[in-house]
């Protein structure tokens, strides 16, 4: 199972980046998924999470500017992401939870993160 990421980039505080993950492979089915952020010298945090029907949870942080979204038949997870501020800068994963052919069991797999910078 790979995770890949996309749509990271320089923006100036107050514009919009759309990033999207492709989940491929040999997959029976992908469950929940999300996007993590890790800024220098600070800890992975969760940003936004989606379950396969489609609930979400955001981090209050990025509550009212960020929506989690998801196509199940694309296996692709999206983070549109506005009004963003320079704290909103790093670098950011996804992460599925999913079950690949063959086995019996869910497993957690992440993507290798895509640079968000945004600038003052």
């Known amino acids: 199972v790979q995770l890949q990421a996309s749509g990271g980039g320089l923006v100036q505080a107050g514009g919009s980046l759309r990033l999207s993950c492709v989940v491929s492979?040999?997959?029976?089915?992908?469950?929940?998924m999300g996007w993590y952020r890790q800024a220098p010298g600070k800890e992975r945090e969760l940003v936004a999470s989606i379950t396969r029907a489609g609930d979400t949870m955001y981090a209050d942080s990025v509550k009212g500017r960020v929506t989690i979204s998801r196509e199940n038949a694309k296996r692709t997870v999206y983070l549109q992401m506005n009004g963003l501020k320079p704290e909103d800068t790093a670098v950011y994963y996804c992460k599925c939870n999913a079950r690949a052919q063959g086995y019996w069991r869910y497993d957690d797999y992440w993507g290798q993160g895509t640079q968000v910078t945004v600038s003052s």
């Open positions: 492979g040999r997959i029976y089915r992908v469950d929940d």
